[in-house]
């Protein structure tokens, strides 16, 4: 890794979650994805390790820290393992961010404490079947009744929803109209909450040890006061949380194509064929110039904007360009590492072929790539 616009504290959180990644997550990676399982044991010592605090002010448990930091987390994780690293990622973006940025003071002390210890989970439900890049297209609906908010719809691809440590899901839903719109809150609901039913985990490509499930609402009745933010408010504080974890999942995507970077100079300079190693052949010395070339520019643009949001700068534009830029890489790079190893590369055991699973869904989460070209396109002044 590139350390040569980090300060010393950095370095050493990298170099501190990059030595845990090597010894105790990448052991456990192949088993994890074989038998779809997020192993709760790393999430425990993750939290031990303060990685769930990071952003957050001591006074609720955290590290004091900055998002930048996190962002190095992630970036150490996803190198090895992208189902721990989107665990981390939306732990703390999707699941403790929405509480410190939007919750009452009487919120944040009942739920901060635990989620940035990594003692708890918590998962954000906004996508819908009918409504993921459309999120104004939300038809989950809450209304009033005795006191009490009654949830009736369903989410789905909720991350972090359903392990045995998940405290509640912070859900999106129609409160009501506004000028013939819609009036999306955001709502806490609670797990166990009687109505509310996680439904069994997807099949997926990818990320096969990340915890992702469907949720359903039937009548789900949570107290008036689970409120999150300003009522009306819902949907545009939580694109302000995208905007932010467009960043994470730049770092982590990054993460993903170094990883791949690594293990085919690895791979190039011990497999020999026809008497000479790979690593000899000026095609596969320029494919694995242009992977260096790709994992350099993600880091980059994932750095800018970090810093920027982190010194309380418009971020929006850097944060789309970061994802695109870096999503891109991962799927670029994890395709040419499978291809260098040929026929190892298509074996689940190997972690390429892990990365060549994962990192579609880089392109695809925390807003289409497509829309990272919308935005940034918008910020051009084309309408």
């Known amino acids: ?62 590290q004091g820290g900055d998002y930048f930091a996190l962002c190095l987390a992630i970036e150490a994780l996803g190198r090895v393992d992208q189902s721990i690293a989107i665990t981390l990622e ?72 359903g392990t045995a440590i998940t405290r509640f899901v912070t859900v999106t839903a129609v409160t009501g109209q506004q000028d013939g719109r819609k009036e999306i809150s955001t709502i806490i609901v609670p797990n166990g909450t009687p109505g509310f039913t996680v439904e069994p985990a997807y099949d997926k490509v990818g990320w096969n040890a990340s915890d992702t499930h469907p949720l359903t609402f039937q009548g789900a009745r949570v107290p008036e006061g689970n409120l999150l933010g300003e009522r009306g408010r819902g949907f545009a504080n939580f694109l302000h949380i995208l905007d932010e974890g467009r960043i994470a999942i730049a770092a ?75 999503s891109d890489a991962a799927m670029d790079n994890a395709r040419d590492a499978t291809q260098i190893f040929g026929g190892n590369g298509f074996m689940n055991e190997f972690p390429v072929a892990r ?18 070209l919308l935005v940034i396109s918008r910020a051009l002044g084309l309408e």
């Open 355 to 372: 990365h060549y699973r994962d990192s579609k869904i880089l392109e695809i989460g925390e807003g289409t790539n497509e829309v990272q």
């Open 252 to 326: 982590l995507a990054t993460g993903a194509a170094e990883g791949c970077l690594e293990a085919a100079v690895d791979y190039a300079n011990k497999r020999v064929v026809f008497g000479d190693t790979l690593s000899k052949r000026q095609g596969i010395q320029f494919t694995i110039a242009r992977m260096q070339a790709r994992v350099h520019t993600a880091r980059l643009a994932w750095h800018h904007a970090a810093r920027l949001r982190d010194a309380g700068k418009p971020f929006k534009t850097e944060a789309a360009i970061a994802k695109l830029t870096a």
């Open 90 to 161: 939306a732990g703390v973006s999707l699941g403790a961010m929405p509480i410190f940025r939007f919750g009452t003071e009487e919120q944040k002390q009942e739920h901060l404490p635990d989620l940035t210890a990594g003692r708890a989970l918590a998962g954000f439900g906004l996508t819908e079947p009918e409504a993921g890049s459309d999120a104004g297209a939300t038809r989950t609906t809450a209304r009033l009744e005795d006191g009490e908010w009654v949830i009736d719809g369903s989410k789905q691809f909720i991350t972090n929803s």
């Open 1 to 62: 890794m590139d350390h040569h616009n980090l300060t010393e504290d950095e370095r050493q959180l990298a170099a501190m979650v990059r030595d845990f990644a090597e010894e105790v997550v990448a052991p456990r990676s192949y088993e994890a994805d074989r038998t779809k399982t997020l192993p709760l044991e790393v999430v425990k010592q993750m939290g031990d390790l303060g990685l769930f605090g990071l952003p957050f002010p001591e006074e609720y448990g955290g």
